[in-house]
Protein backbone atom coordinates (compact mmCIF):
# COMPACT_ATOMS: atom_id res chain seq x y z
CA UNK A 1 0.00 0.00 0.00
CA UNK A 2 0.95 3.35 -0.71
CA UNK A 3 -0.27 7.00 0.31
CA UNK A 4 -1.91 7.35 -3.04
CA UNK A 5 -3.82 3.94 -3.35
CA UNK A 6 -7.43 4.77 -4.49
CA UNK A 7 -10.47 2.93 -4.53
CA UNK A 8 -13.15 4.09 -7.26
CA UNK A 9 -16.26 1.89 -6.85
CA UNK A 10 -20.09 1.52 -7.25
CA UNK A 11 -20.20 2.70 -10.63
CA UNK A 12 -20.38 1.90 -14.30
CA UNK A 13 -17.43 1.02 -15.38
CA UNK A 14 -16.36 1.46 -19.23
CA UNK A 15 -13.16 -0.34 -19.80
CA UNK A 16 -13.36 0.78 -23.55
CA UNK A 17 -10.81 -2.60 -24.00
CA UNK A 18 -11.34 -4.15 -26.76
CA UNK A 19 -14.95 -5.78 -26.59
CA UNK A 20 -16.45 -3.23 -24.99
CA UNK A 21 -16.69 -4.66 -21.27
CA UNK A 22 -18.81 -2.68 -18.77
CA UNK A 23 -19.09 -3.32 -15.51
CA UNK A 24 -22.33 -2.20 -13.95
CA UNK A 25 -21.81 -2.08 -11.29
CA UNK A 26 -17.94 -2.33 -10.64
CA UNK A 27 -14.64 -1.21 -8.98
CA UNK A 28 -11.36 0.27 -9.75
CA UNK A 29 -8.37 0.04 -7.79
CA UNK A 30 -4.94 2.08 -8.56
CA UNK A 31 -1.82 1.82 -6.92
CA UNK A 32 0.58 4.69 -7.33
CA UNK A 33 0.14 6.07 -10.79
CA UNK A 34 -1.00 2.30 -12.41
CA UNK A 35 -4.31 0.54 -12.30
CA UNK A 36 -3.95 -2.36 -10.01
CA UNK A 37 -7.28 -4.21 -10.36
CA UNK A 38 -10.52 -3.63 -12.31
CA UNK A 39 -13.92 -5.66 -11.30
CA UNK A 40 -17.67 -6.25 -11.37
CA UNK A 41 -19.64 -6.26 -8.45
CA UNK A 42 -18.46 -4.95 -5.17
CA UNK A 43 -14.59 -4.77 -4.56
CA UNK A 44 -12.95 -7.16 -1.97
CA UNK A 45 -13.17 -5.72 1.46
CA UNK A 46 -9.87 -5.49 2.07
CA UNK A 47 -9.76 -2.79 -0.55
CA UNK A 48 -11.43 -0.36 1.27
CA UNK A 49 -8.97 -0.35 4.43
CA UNK A 50 -5.92 -0.43 2.21
CA UNK A 51 -7.26 2.82 0.26
CA UNK A 52 -6.24 5.91 1.31
CA UNK A 53 -8.52 7.86 -1.27
CA UNK A 54 -11.54 6.57 -1.98
CA UNK A 55 -14.45 7.91 -4.75
CA UNK A 56 -18.00 6.59 -4.39
CA UNK A 57 -18.96 6.30 -7.97
CA UNK A 58 -22.57 5.46 -7.40
CA UNK A 59 -24.89 6.57 -10.23
CA UNK A 60 -21.85 7.41 -12.61
CA UNK A 61 -19.90 6.21 -15.14
CA UNK A 62 -16.13 5.81 -14.36
CA UNK A 63 -14.16 5.73 -17.81
CA UNK A 64 -10.85 6.64 -19.06
CA UNK A 65 -9.66 9.72 -19.45
CA UNK A 66 -10.07 11.08 -23.68
CA UNK A 67 -6.87 12.41 -25.45
CA UNK A 68 -7.05 15.66 -26.56
CA UNK A 69 -4.50 14.93 -29.91
CA UNK A 70 -4.41 18.51 -31.21
CA UNK A 71 -4.71 21.78 -29.81
CA UNK A 72 -3.29 24.98 -29.80
CA UNK A 73 -2.91 26.26 -26.12
CA UNK A 74 -2.08 29.87 -26.27
CA UNK A 75 -5.32 30.40 -28.45
CA UNK A 76 -7.24 30.12 -24.98
CA UNK A 77 -7.38 34.15 -25.14
CA UNK A 78 -8.29 34.13 -28.38
CA UNK A 79 -11.35 32.21 -28.32
CA UNK A 80 -14.05 34.13 -30.71
CA UNK A 81 -11.81 36.20 -32.45
CA UNK A 82 -12.50 34.27 -35.67
CA UNK A 83 -15.93 34.23 -36.50
CA UNK A 84 -16.86 33.49 -39.54
CA UNK A 85 -13.65 33.14 -41.23
CA UNK A 86 -11.82 30.67 -43.43
CA UNK A 87 -8.19 29.72 -42.29
CA UNK A 88 -5.87 31.77 -44.44
CA UNK A 89 -8.09 34.44 -43.58
CA UNK A 90 -8.13 33.71 -39.96
CA UNK A 91 -4.42 33.51 -39.66
CA UNK A 92 -3.92 36.26 -41.24
CA UNK A 93 -6.63 38.54 -39.81
CA UNK A 94 -7.25 36.99 -35.82
CA UNK A 95 -4.00 34.90 -34.73
CA UNK A 96 -0.87 36.42 -36.60
CA UNK A 97 -0.83 40.20 -35.23
CA UNK A 98 -1.18 39.27 -31.71
CA UNK A 99 0.40 36.08 -31.44
CA UNK A 100 3.85 37.95 -32.55
CA UNK A 101 3.42 39.43 -29.49
CA UNK A 102 3.08 36.34 -26.81
CA UNK A 103 5.65 36.16 -24.02
CA UNK A 104 6.05 33.16 -21.46
CA UNK A 105 4.17 34.66 -18.98
CA UNK A 106 1.20 35.40 -21.32
CA UNK A 107 1.47 32.04 -22.75
CA UNK A 108 1.80 30.59 -19.13
CA UNK A 109 -1.10 32.28 -18.01
CA UNK A 110 -3.28 31.07 -21.60
CA UNK A 111 -1.35 27.28 -20.54
CA UNK A 112 -3.42 27.20 -17.10
CA UNK A 113 -6.55 28.11 -18.31
CA UNK A 114 -6.14 26.02 -21.51
CA UNK A 115 -5.38 23.05 -19.25
CA UNK A 116 -8.20 23.42 -16.74
CA UNK A 117 -10.74 23.30 -19.07
CA UNK A 118 -9.48 20.28 -21.20
CA UNK A 119 -9.62 18.62 -17.33
CA UNK A 120 -13.16 19.85 -17.52
CA UNK A 121 -13.73 18.96 -20.62
CA UNK A 122 -12.51 15.22 -20.24
CA UNK A 123 -8.96 15.22 -21.61
CA UNK A 124 -6.50 13.63 -19.06
CA UNK A 125 -3.75 14.00 -21.84
CA UNK A 126 -3.18 16.78 -24.19
CA UNK A 127 -0.76 17.54 -27.60
CA UNK A 128 -0.37 21.02 -27.76
CA UNK A 129 1.28 22.35 -31.44
CA UNK A 130 2.80 24.92 -29.76
CA UNK A 131 4.21 27.25 -32.36
CA UNK A 132 4.85 30.64 -30.69
CA UNK A 133 8.22 31.33 -30.10
CA UNK A 134 8.88 35.02 -30.02
CA UNK A 135 9.92 34.61 -25.91
CA UNK A 136 12.34 31.48 -25.70
CA UNK A 137 10.71 30.95 -22.67
CA UNK A 138 7.19 30.28 -23.95
CA UNK A 139 7.77 26.01 -24.16
CA UNK A 140 9.31 26.18 -20.47
CA UNK A 141 6.30 28.22 -19.06
CA UNK A 142 3.71 25.87 -21.02
CA UNK A 143 5.84 23.05 -19.57
CA UNK A 144 5.36 24.48 -15.80
CA UNK A 145 1.76 25.20 -16.48
CA UNK A 146 1.39 21.14 -17.40
CA UNK A 147 3.63 20.11 -14.11
CA UNK A 148 1.77 22.51 -11.56
CA UNK A 149 -2.21 20.56 -12.82
CA UNK A 150 -0.76 17.20 -12.78
CA UNK A 151 -2.09 16.68 -16.59
CA UNK A 152 -0.54 14.50 -18.86
CA UNK A 153 0.55 17.21 -21.30
CA UNK A 154 2.82 16.18 -25.06
CA UNK A 155 4.59 19.49 -26.38
CA UNK A 156 4.91 19.57 -29.98
CA UNK A 157 7.60 22.10 -31.03
CA UNK A 158 5.97 23.84 -33.87
CA UNK A 159 7.93 25.51 -36.72
CA UNK A 160 7.90 26.66 -40.08
CA UNK A 161 10.97 27.55 -42.37
CA UNK A 162 9.18 29.44 -45.18
CA UNK A 163 5.93 30.84 -46.34
CA UNK A 164 4.61 32.14 -43.01
CA UNK A 165 4.75 35.36 -40.65
CA UNK A 166 8.63 36.35 -40.66
CA UNK A 167 8.35 36.63 -36.77
CA UNK A 168 7.17 32.92 -36.19
CA UNK A 169 9.58 31.19 -38.66
CA UNK A 170 12.53 29.09 -37.72
CA UNK A 171 15.08 27.68 -39.17
CA UNK A 172 15.07 23.70 -38.75
CA UNK A 173 18.41 24.22 -36.55
CA UNK A 174 16.80 26.72 -34.25
CA UNK A 175 13.49 24.15 -34.13
CA UNK A 176 15.93 21.05 -33.07
CA UNK A 177 17.32 23.25 -30.87
CA UNK A 178 14.67 24.95 -29.17
CA UNK A 179 13.10 21.58 -29.06
CA UNK A 180 15.84 19.94 -27.64
CA UNK A 181 16.08 22.32 -24.76
CA UNK A 182 12.54 21.44 -23.34
CA UNK A 183 12.97 17.95 -23.97
CA UNK A 184 16.23 17.91 -21.92
CA UNK A 185 14.27 19.80 -19.17
CA UNK A 186 11.24 17.95 -19.35
CA UNK A 187 10.99 14.73 -21.41
CA UNK A 188 10.56 11.95 -19.38
CA UNK A 189 9.31 14.22 -16.30
CA UNK A 190 6.66 12.46 -13.50
CA UNK A 191 7.06 8.89 -15.01
CA UNK A 192 6.52 10.15 -19.26
CA UNK A 193 3.75 12.46 -17.87
CA UNK A 194 5.15 15.08 -19.62
CA UNK A 195 6.39 14.72 -23.25
CA UNK A 196 8.15 16.33 -26.40
CA UNK A 197 8.47 16.35 -29.56
CA UNK A 198 8.83 18.42 -33.08
CA UNK A 199 5.86 19.03 -35.18
CA UNK A 200 6.52 20.96 -38.10
CA UNK A 201 3.37 23.31 -39.11
CA UNK A 202 2.05 23.02 -42.55
CA UNK A 203 3.12 21.58 -45.76
CA UNK A 204 3.28 24.94 -47.45
CA UNK A 205 5.32 26.02 -44.54
CA UNK A 206 8.27 23.61 -44.42
CA UNK A 207 10.92 22.59 -46.66
CA UNK A 208 11.64 19.40 -47.74
CA UNK A 209 15.49 19.34 -46.10
CA UNK A 210 14.34 21.32 -42.72
CA UNK A 211 11.28 18.12 -42.90
CA UNK A 212 14.03 15.50 -43.03
CA UNK A 213 16.12 17.26 -40.52
CA UNK A 214 13.44 17.96 -37.83
CA UNK A 215 12.12 14.49 -38.15
CA UNK A 216 15.46 12.33 -38.09
CA UNK A 217 15.77 14.42 -34.88
CA UNK A 218 12.76 13.69 -33.21
CA UNK A 219 13.35 9.85 -33.71
CA UNK A 220 16.76 9.87 -32.65
CA UNK A 221 15.14 10.71 -29.24
CA UNK A 222 12.18 8.08 -30.12
CA UNK A 223 9.64 10.80 -30.05
CA UNK A 224 7.07 11.64 -32.79
CA UNK A 225 6.71 14.39 -35.55
CA UNK A 226 3.11 15.92 -35.06
CA UNK A 227 1.97 18.49 -38.57
CA UNK A 228 -1.46 20.00 -39.53
CA UNK A 229 -2.19 18.14 -43.03
CA UNK A 230 -5.02 18.55 -46.00
CA UNK A 231 -6.66 20.76 -43.71
CA UNK A 232 -8.47 22.40 -46.52
CA UNK A 233 -8.90 22.29 -49.82
CA UNK A 234 -7.00 25.35 -50.93
CA UNK A 235 -3.77 24.01 -49.02
CA UNK A 236 -4.09 20.62 -51.18
CA UNK A 237 -4.18 23.35 -54.56
CA UNK A 238 -1.23 25.16 -53.13
CA UNK A 239 0.89 21.70 -52.93
CA UNK A 240 -0.45 20.66 -56.37
CA UNK A 241 0.69 23.89 -57.95
CA UNK A 242 4.27 24.34 -55.92
CA UNK A 243 5.31 20.67 -56.08
CA UNK A 244 2.73 18.67 -57.74
CA UNK A 245 2.11 16.67 -55.52
CA UNK A 246 -0.69 16.19 -52.28
CA UNK A 247 0.04 16.50 -48.73
CA UNK A 248 0.51 12.51 -47.95
CA UNK A 249 2.20 11.88 -50.96
CA UNK A 250 4.64 14.66 -50.72
CA UNK A 251 5.48 13.46 -47.00
CA UNK A 252 6.16 9.95 -47.93
CA UNK A 253 8.15 10.86 -50.37
CA UNK A 254 10.62 12.20 -47.98
CA UNK A 255 10.44 9.01 -46.10
CA UNK A 256 9.17 10.28 -42.99
CA UNK A 257 5.17 8.47 -42.59
CA UNK A 258 5.06 5.83 -40.01
CA UNK A 259 3.39 5.03 -36.91
CA UNK A 260 5.27 8.50 -35.07
CA UNK A 261 3.83 10.87 -37.31
CA UNK A 262 0.42 12.29 -36.27
CA UNK A 263 -1.45 13.97 -39.14
CA UNK A 264 -4.04 17.10 -37.63
CA UNK A 265 -7.33 17.59 -39.88
CA UNK A 266 -6.58 15.16 -42.63
CA UNK A 267 -10.09 16.38 -44.42
CA UNK A 268 -8.86 16.56 -47.98
CA UNK A 269 -6.77 12.81 -48.72
CA UNK A 270 -7.60 10.95 -51.99
CA UNK A 271 -7.89 7.13 -51.60
CA UNK A 272 -3.39 6.89 -52.59
CA UNK A 273 -3.06 9.39 -49.50
CA UNK A 274 -5.47 6.71 -47.17
CA UNK A 275 -3.76 3.62 -48.40
CA UNK A 276 -0.03 5.69 -47.61
CA UNK A 277 -0.98 6.45 -43.71
CA UNK A 278 -2.63 2.45 -43.72
CA UNK A 279 0.46 1.27 -44.91
CA UNK A 280 2.87 3.11 -43.25
CA UNK A 281 0.97 2.75 -40.00
CA UNK A 282 0.62 7.15 -39.62
CA UNK A 283 -1.97 8.51 -37.08
CA UNK A 284 -5.01 10.79 -37.89
CA UNK A 285 -6.15 13.44 -36.04
CA UNK A 286 -9.88 14.45 -36.42
CA UNK A 287 -11.07 17.87 -35.31
CA UNK A 288 -14.71 17.76 -36.28
CA UNK A 289 -16.14 20.90 -34.67
CA UNK A 290 -13.09 22.77 -36.01
CA UNK A 291 -13.33 21.92 -39.56
CA UNK A 292 -17.04 22.71 -39.17
CA UNK A 293 -16.38 26.59 -37.57
CA UNK A 294 -14.15 26.79 -40.48
CA UNK A 295 -15.77 25.24 -43.01
CA UNK A 296 -12.74 23.22 -43.73
CA UNK A 297 -14.66 19.97 -44.77
CA UNK A 298 -15.64 16.58 -43.69
CA UNK A 299 -12.65 13.63 -42.87
CA UNK A 300 -13.35 10.24 -44.62
CA UNK A 301 -13.47 8.63 -41.14
CA UNK A 302 -15.37 5.60 -42.08
CA UNK A 303 -13.01 5.14 -44.96
CA UNK A 304 -10.14 5.90 -42.70
CA UNK A 305 -11.73 2.98 -40.05
CA UNK A 306 -11.96 0.71 -42.82
CA UNK A 307 -8.59 0.48 -43.87
CA UNK A 308 -7.29 -0.02 -39.84
CA UNK A 309 -6.05 3.44 -39.75
CA UNK A 310 -5.79 4.81 -36.10
CA UNK A 311 -7.77 7.97 -35.60
CA UNK A 312 -7.76 10.02 -32.46
CA UNK A 313 -9.78 13.10 -31.61
CA UNK A 314 -9.39 16.36 -30.96
CA UNK A 315 -10.84 19.91 -30.20
CA UNK A 316 -7.92 21.54 -32.38
CA UNK A 317 -6.94 25.42 -30.71
CA UNK A 318 -10.04 27.73 -28.76
CA UNK A 319 -9.12 30.42 -31.73
CA UNK A 320 -11.17 27.92 -34.19
CA UNK A 321 -13.55 25.92 -31.82
CA UNK A 322 -14.12 27.89 -29.18
CA UNK A 323 -13.98 25.14 -26.77
CA UNK A 324 -11.76 22.59 -25.82
CA UNK A 325 -14.10 19.72 -24.39
CA UNK A 326 -13.99 16.43 -25.60
CA UNK A 327 -17.61 15.73 -24.76
CA UNK A 328 -18.55 18.07 -27.27
CA UNK A 329 -15.96 16.35 -30.11
CA UNK A 330 -16.93 12.97 -29.12
CA UNK A 331 -20.61 14.30 -30.24
CA UNK A 332 -19.63 15.83 -33.30
CA UNK A 333 -17.85 13.09 -34.67
CA UNK A 334 -20.55 10.59 -34.21
CA UNK A 335 -23.25 13.23 -36.02
CA UNK A 336 -20.92 15.13 -38.45
CA UNK A 337 -20.35 11.44 -40.23
CA UNK A 338 -24.14 10.27 -40.22
CA UNK A 339 -25.62 13.64 -41.41
CA UNK A 340 -22.55 13.77 -44.09
CA UNK A 341 -23.32 10.10 -44.60
CA UNK A 342 -26.83 10.08 -44.40
CA UNK A 343 -26.53 6.85 -42.40
CA UNK A 344 -27.45 6.69 -38.76
CA UNK A 345 -25.91 3.59 -38.52
CA UNK A 346 -22.30 4.73 -39.38
CA UNK A 347 -20.86 5.09 -36.15
CA UNK A 348 -21.61 4.01 -32.66
CA UNK A 349 -20.71 5.25 -28.99
CA UNK A 350 -18.47 2.47 -28.35
CA UNK A 351 -16.69 3.57 -31.42
CA UNK A 352 -15.95 6.56 -30.51
CA UNK A 353 -14.98 6.10 -27.20
CA UNK A 354 -12.03 4.06 -28.57
CA UNK A 355 -10.88 7.08 -30.91
CA UNK A 356 -10.99 9.53 -28.02
CA UNK A 357 -9.49 6.98 -25.28
CA UNK A 358 -7.16 4.11 -27.32
CA UNK A 359 -6.66 5.75 -30.38
CA UNK A 360 -5.64 9.29 -28.80
CA UNK A 361 -3.05 7.35 -26.54
CA UNK A 362 -1.47 6.04 -29.60
CA UNK A 363 -1.21 9.64 -31.07
CA UNK A 364 0.12 10.97 -27.67
CA UNK A 365 3.22 8.25 -28.61
CA UNK A 366 1.94 5.50 -25.95
CA UNK A 367 -0.23 3.02 -27.50
CA UNK A 368 -1.77 0.61 -24.72
CA UNK A 369 -0.27 2.59 -22.17
CA UNK A 370 -3.59 4.72 -21.28
CA UNK A 371 -7.30 5.44 -22.26
CA UNK A 372 -8.47 1.79 -21.04
CA UNK A 373 -9.47 0.78 -17.47
CA UNK A 374 -7.10 -3.03 -17.26
CA UNK A 375 -4.73 -3.63 -14.50
CA UNK A 376 -1.13 -2.29 -15.58
CA UNK A 377 -2.64 1.05 -17.36
CA UNK A 378 -2.18 4.93 -16.45
CA UNK A 379 -4.51 5.52 -13.95
CA UNK A 380 -5.92 8.38 -15.74
CA UNK A 381 -9.73 8.02 -15.31
CA UNK A 382 -13.51 9.95 -15.03
CA UNK A 383 -15.94 9.49 -13.09
CA UNK A 384 -19.27 10.98 -14.91
CA UNK A 385 -22.67 11.92 -12.83
CA UNK A 386 -25.14 9.86 -14.74
CA UNK A 387 -27.74 11.25 -12.47
CA UNK A 388 -27.92 14.82 -13.99
CA UNK A 389 -30.88 16.08 -15.49
CA UNK A 390 -29.02 16.16 -18.36
CA UNK A 391 -28.60 12.78 -18.90
CA UNK A 392 -30.81 10.84 -16.66
CA UNK A 393 -32.53 8.10 -17.40
CA UNK A 394 -29.78 6.00 -19.05
CA UNK A 395 -30.58 3.02 -20.90
CA UNK A 396 -27.41 2.47 -22.35
CA UNK A 397 -24.07 4.01 -20.50
CA UNK A 398 -21.39 4.60 -23.85
CA UNK A 399 -24.54 6.21 -25.27
CA UNK A 400 -25.41 8.98 -22.24
CA UNK A 401 -21.15 9.31 -21.87
CA UNK A 402 -21.19 10.53 -26.28
CA UNK A 403 -24.86 11.83 -26.69
CA UNK A 404 -25.74 13.13 -23.37
CA UNK A 405 -22.62 14.31 -20.83
CA UNK A 406 -20.63 17.43 -21.05
CA UNK A 407 -18.40 19.45 -18.80
CA UNK A 408 -21.36 19.84 -16.19
CA UNK A 409 -21.77 16.36 -15.49
CA UNK A 410 -17.79 15.87 -14.84
CA UNK A 411 -17.85 14.93 -11.36
CA UNK A 412 -14.33 13.64 -10.81
CA UNK A 413 -10.93 13.78 -12.67
CA UNK A 414 -7.94 11.25 -11.96
CA UNK A 415 -4.53 11.62 -13.97
CA UNK A 416 -1.55 9.42 -12.46
CA UNK A 417 -3.52 8.07 -9.82
CA UNK A 418 -4.25 11.67 -8.14
CA UNK A 419 -6.98 13.37 -8.07
CA UNK A 420 -7.37 16.53 -10.13
CA UNK A 421 -11.10 17.70 -9.79
CA UNK A 422 -13.02 16.10 -6.85
CA UNK A 423 -16.76 16.17 -6.96
CA UNK A 424 -16.22 18.93 -9.54
CA UNK A 425 -13.63 21.25 -7.72
CA UNK A 426 -10.62 21.51 -9.11
CA UNK A 427 -7.80 20.03 -6.28
CA UNK A 428 -4.92 21.50 -8.11
CA UNK A 429 -5.28 25.79 -8.32
CA UNK A 430 -7.50 28.16 -7.30
CA UNK A 431 -9.53 27.94 -10.52
CA UNK A 432 -10.59 31.91 -9.92
CA UNK A 433 -7.24 33.18 -9.99
CA UNK A 434 -6.25 31.30 -12.79
CA UNK A 435 -9.25 32.30 -15.03
CA UNK A 436 -8.85 35.51 -13.86
CA UNK A 437 -5.55 35.58 -14.83
CA UNK A 438 -6.10 34.69 -18.18
CA UNK A 439 -8.53 38.00 -18.49
CA UNK A 440 -6.09 39.80 -17.95
CA UNK A 441 -3.32 38.64 -20.13
CA UNK A 442 -6.07 38.72 -22.72
CA UNK A 443 -5.94 42.50 -22.17
CA UNK A 444 -2.59 42.91 -21.86
CA UNK A 445 -1.67 41.53 -24.95
CA UNK A 446 -4.48 42.41 -27.30
CA UNK A 447 -3.42 46.09 -25.88
CA UNK A 448 -0.04 45.54 -26.65
CA UNK A 449 -0.49 44.54 -30.43
CA UNK A 450 -2.86 47.64 -30.48
CA UNK A 451 -5.46 45.85 -31.48
CA UNK A 452 -9.40 46.24 -30.23
CA UNK A 453 -11.81 43.42 -29.53
CA UNK A 454 -14.18 42.01 -27.17
CA UNK A 455 -11.65 40.68 -24.65
CA UNK A 456 -10.22 44.19 -23.75
CA UNK A 457 -13.74 46.15 -23.13
CA UNK A 458 -15.21 43.26 -21.32
CA UNK A 459 -13.86 41.48 -18.26
CA UNK A 460 -14.85 39.08 -15.82
CA UNK A 461 -17.13 40.17 -12.62
CA UNK A 462 -14.24 40.97 -9.70
CA UNK A 463 -13.32 37.58 -8.32
Same mark, same amino acid.
Given at each position: ?????????????????????????????????????? &?????????????????????????????????? @??????? &???????????????????????????????? #???????????? =????? /??????????????????????????????????????????????????????????? &????????????????????????? =?????????? *??? +?? +?????????? #?????????????????????? $? #???? /????????????????????? /??????????????????????????????????????????????????????? +?? $?? @????????????? *???????? #????????????????????????????? +?????? @??????? *?????????????????????????????????????????????? *??????????
Amino acid at each position: MTERDLLVHGGAVVTVDDVGTVHDPGWVYVRGNRVAEV &GAGEPPAGRHRQAAEVIDAQGCAVMPGMTNAHTH @LFQTLFR &GLADDKALLNWLQDCIWPAAVHLDAETARAAA #MAGLVENLRGGA =TAVID /HQYIHTDEGINDAVCRAADELGIRFLLAHGWADRNYHPTLEQTAEQAVARADAARRRWD &GRDDDRIRVELAPLIPWGCSDEAMR =TTVAAARSWG *RGT +HI +HCAETAIEVD #MSLDERGTRHVTWLNSLGVLGP $D #MQLA /HSVWLDDEELDLIAATGSVVV /HCPVSNMYLASGVARVPDMRARGITVALASDGPGSNNRQDMFEVLKATVLLQKVH +HL $DP @LLLQPADVLHLAC *RNGAAAYG #MPGAFGMLAEGQRADLLVVDLRSPFVAPV +HRVASA @LVYNAGP *RDLRDVVVDGRILIRGGQLTVADERRVIAGADEAARRLFTRAGISS *RVTDVGLPSC
